[in-house]
């Protein structure tokens, strides 16, 4: 495995590890700003959109300045988002909070092709290993992003938590750092671009509907927990500290199966895969239903 593939990995950890910082704080941020009830989880909402509004003119950008220079703006715009979060949580700026978050959300979606680059980068017989390295970050961003949220969350006085977003702009600016050490090609001239199938020839192509909606659903089940679960520990009275260990649960099971799904997929089929992790779901929601001890929240 090269030199590249490796970098590569580490900012996608690192990124993830900010991701998941963020994930820890942002509602009971909401619940400390927001005019309502209603508004609560906005901050949360405004960085998926971000990430969403990102991800397709990130790669037509890469395609015009290359991935290196691509990543560097999307690093950029997290360190703004980071520090304007600061800014807004010092001046108790809701509506603030939510924009810095928005941005937050677009330098996200930059970092979501780093796994891309590492396969581009890669020799063609160690893509799966390149693809495995970069899911390998996240067990890595599962323990440092909740330690990092716990570790930062006084560092500044005022409202809490303003201090993780100073580790987020520290864990930007290291990849700043990194990626000053990482060899990727050029962008190509438009001429020797490989023809691109149009979106009618994608969407129509076997089993797209049914990878969309499976993708969807997971999303978004994964999205509620992750923004739900330290709200609903801070009501019923435990510590941050103890929520940010979930979280840390909840990411490692995420990306601890990624070393062995291919092999489950390659026995059973992607239907019968999908159809399992369907009914985790409904373990989990099956185990949070039956009480809310510490030991509910981490199985769930």
Known sequence: MNKNVWLLALCQA???SGNIVLISVNGLIGQQLSPSDT?????????????????????LIMAKIGRKNGFMLGNVIGILGAFLCVYALGQSQFWLF??????LGIGIGFGTLYRFAAIE???PDAKDKAISLSMAGGVLAAILGPNLAIASQHWLPGTNFSGAFLGIAALYILSLVVLQFIGLPPAPAASSQPAQNPASH???????????FSAVVAYAVMNLLMTVTPIAMH?????????????????L???????????????????????????????????????VSEWHFRIA
């Open 14 to 16: 690192l990124l993830m």
């Open 39 to 59: 508004w609560v989880t906005l901050p949360v909402s405004s960085q998926f959109v971000g990430l969403m509004l990102a991800t397709i003119p990130a790669s």
């Open 98 to 103: 939510c924009f810095s978050t928005l941005l």
């Open 121 to 123: 980068v890669s020799a």
């Open 202 to 212: 994608i969407i129509r192509a076997p089993g797209y509907a049914i990878a969309v």
């Open 235 to 251: 009501k019923h009275g435990f510590h941050f500290e103890q929520a940010a260990v979930v979280i840390e649960w909840h990411v």
């Open 253 to 291: 099971g995420m990306f601890l199966p990624s070393f062995f799904t291919g092999s489950i997929i390659g026995k059973i089929g992607t239907r019968k895969t999908i159809f399992l992790g369907a009914l985790m779901f409904i373990a989990c929601i099956l185990v949070n239903l039956n009480g």
